[in-house]
């Protein structure tokens, strides 16, 4: 029984002192992240680079304005003026400094929640919009179920916690992913500081970003902190290295600048550039010209994406045109566009143009001529009949 007993200690010893193997060399370089979740995704087709807890839902604070910002640009009319809600401005937290009877632009509310993360911003915003701040919640949750936001609830314009607000780090991902497509979104959260003006009467003022990664690691350039004492730090950051994109976010995490940092360390170093080679689109259908059929043509022969080991193949395109296109029309003219997906979410989109010129067939109006007067004397008929 001591020799089995010496040969089962020796057996183990022997085991744990057997080299690392091939499968854990693979994993040493993955950070170790003191985020409760986290992903970090390419910005262009959104495969997942790095997870943590990916899908599960978190409150996520501050960052919840992403959407609120989205929304606040994709409404249209960024220079009109008019007069803050003076109940909206009545919020605990972040502020851009708003005041009662202060005169402000929708452009320079979007300032003021991305950069300072004026929760008064986020109220007054919801209110323009939409009248209250339970409306624009609905919009909120809309504009999510329309991204394919499985795990996300909006409850607040701001991120100040409602019952069942919270969302989960992968689709806080691909919010991201959405706002940075719009270009005025990407633009003032990628500065460290901007002017803008507000008041009564509005004068200029500088607004400062709490987003301390722009300054901290090279080629960042957005997103959105957040933080409340239940969601902890929350950090949505994006970063672009010779071509490639990749979107981070941790939510949850007491060390977020630097986790965000490692994980861009990691992710760099398993993504490349991969070039998206355009397929050959057959002719679009036109109406009002000789021919039946016009050429297209693209302004490019690929398209570079960030990916990590993607097959190109399960990247699938849509033509987007109308039914017909109607002469006439010149060699040049943008007539379409191209619509990459990769698992039913839009990578990117180019124009289609026409590659040669159509003239307008006279023939074929003379023949919409005679139609329409055949068709308005059996009219006629029917009328006195």
Same mark, same amino acid.
């Given at each position: 029984?001591?020799?089995?007993?010496?040969?089962?200690?020796?057996?183990?010893?022997?085991?744990?002192?057997?080299? %690392?193997?091939?499968?854990?060399?693979?994993?040493?370089?993955?950070?170790?992240?003191?985020?409760?979740?986290?992903?970090?995704?390419?910005?262009?087709?959104?495969?997942?680079?790095?997870?943590?807890?990916?899908?599960?839902?978190?409150? %996520?604070?501050?960052?919840?304005?992403?959407?609120?910002?989205?929304?606040?640009?994709?409404?249209?009319?960024?220079?009109?003026?008019?007069?803050?809600?003076?109940?909206?401005?009545?919020?605990?937290?972040?502020?851009?400094?708003?005041?009662?009877?202060?005169?402000?632009?929708?452009?320079?509310?979007?300032?003021?929640?991305?950069?300072?993360?004026?929760?008064?911003?986020?109220?007054?915003?919801?209110?323009?919009?939409?009248?209250?701040?339970?409306?624009?919640?609905?919009?909120?949750?809309?504009?999510?179920?329309?991204?394919?936001?499985?795990?996300?609830?909006?409850?607040?314009?701001?991120?100040?916690?409602?019952?069942?607000?919270?969302?989960?780090?992968?689709?806080?991902?691909?919010?991201? =992913?959405?706002?940075?497509?719009?270009?005025?979104?990407?633009?003032?959260?990628?500065?460290?500081?901007?002017?803008?003006?507000?008041?009564?009467?509005?004068?200029?003022?500088?607004?400062?970003?709490?987003?301390?990664?722009?300054?901290?690691?090279?080629?960042?350039?957005?997103?959105?902190?957040?933080?409340?004492?239940?969601?902890?730090?929350?950090?949505?950051?994006?970063?672009? =290295?010779?071509?490639?994109?990749?979107?981070?976010?941790?939510?949850?995490?007491?060390?977020?600048?630097?986790?965000?940092?490692?994980?861009?360390?990691?992710?760099?170093?398993?993504?490349?550039?991969?070039?998206?080679?355009?397929?050959?689109?057959?002719?679009?259908?036109?109406?009002?010209?000789?021919?039946?059929?016009?050429?297209?043509?693209?302004?490019?022969?690929?398209?570079?994406?960030?990916?990590?080991?993607?097959?190109?193949?399960?990247?699938?395109?849509?033509?987007?045109?109308?039914?017909?296109?109607?002469?006439?029309?010149?060699?040049?003219?943008?007539?379409?566009?191209?619509?990459?997906?990769?698992?039913?979410?839009?990578?990117?989109?180019?124009?289609?143009?026409?590659?040669?010129?159509?003239?307008?067939?006279?023939?074929?109006?003379?023949?919409?001529?005679?139609?329409?007067?055949?068709?308005?004397?059996?009219?006629?008929?029917?009328?006195?009949?």
């Amino acid at each position: 029984m001591k020799k089995i007993i010496s040969f089962i200690a020796a057996a183990v010893m022997i085991v744990n002192a057997q080299p %690392m193997s091939a499968l854990d060399a693979q994993c040493s370089d993955i950070p170790q992240i003191s985020a409760k979740a986290a992903v970090l995704i390419s910005a262009d087709t959104g495969e997942i680079v790095f997870e943590k807890n990916s899908d599960e839902k978190l409150p %996520m604070a501050s960052t919840t304005k992403i959407m609120t910002t989205l929304l606040c640009l994709e409404s249209g009319n960024l220079d009109e003026e008019f007069v803050v809600d003076s109940e909206a401005i009545k919020v605990e937290g972040s502020s851009m400094g708003l005041q009662e009877g202060d005169i402000v632009t929708k452009y320079a509310l979007c300032c003021g929640m991305l950069l300072p993360s004026g929760n008064d911003a986020a109220n007054v915003t919801a209110i323009k919009l939409a009248g209250s701040m339970e409306a624009f919640a609905d919009l909120m949750n809309e504009r999510a179920c329309e991204m394919g936001l499985s795990r996300t609830f909006f409850v607040t314009p701001s991120g100040l916690e409602g019952d069942g607000h919270g969302s989960s780090a992968y689709d806080m991902a691909i919010l991201a =992913r959405e706002a940075l497509r719009n270009p005025v979104f990407r633009e003032i959260c990628s500065q460290s500081s901007i002017q803008t003006e507000f008041g009564n009467p509005p004068y200029k003022r500088w607004l400062k970003n709490t987003n301390k990664l722009l300054n901290m690691y090279d080629g960042v350039y957005g997103v959105k902190t957040g933080f409340t004492d239940e969601a902890g730090r929350c950090l949505v950051s994006a970063c672009e =290295r010779n071509g490639e994109n990749l979107i981070c976010v941790t939510l949850n995490d007491r060390n977020d600048w630097a986790d965000h940092s490692a994980l861009y360390d990691y992710g760099f170093e398993k993504v490349s550039c991969v070039d998206l080679e355009i397929p050959e689109i057959p002719p679009l259908d036109i109406a009002g010209s000789v021919s039946e059929k016009l050429s297209v043509t693209v302004g490019e022969s690929s398209i570079p994406l960030t990916s990590c080991g993607l097959d190109l193949d399960e990247i699938e395109y849509t033509v987007i045109s109308a039914p017909f296109v109607y002469a006439p029309v010149c060699e040049g003219d943008e007539i379409g566009s191209l619509r990459f997906c990769f698992k039913g979410r839009e990578v990117c989109s180019i124009p289609l143009f026409a590659a040669e010129n159509a003239d307008f067939s006279h023939k074929s109006e003379d023949n919409k001529s005679k139609n329409k007067f055949v068709e308005f004397i059996k009219r006629l008929g029917k009328v006195f009949s």
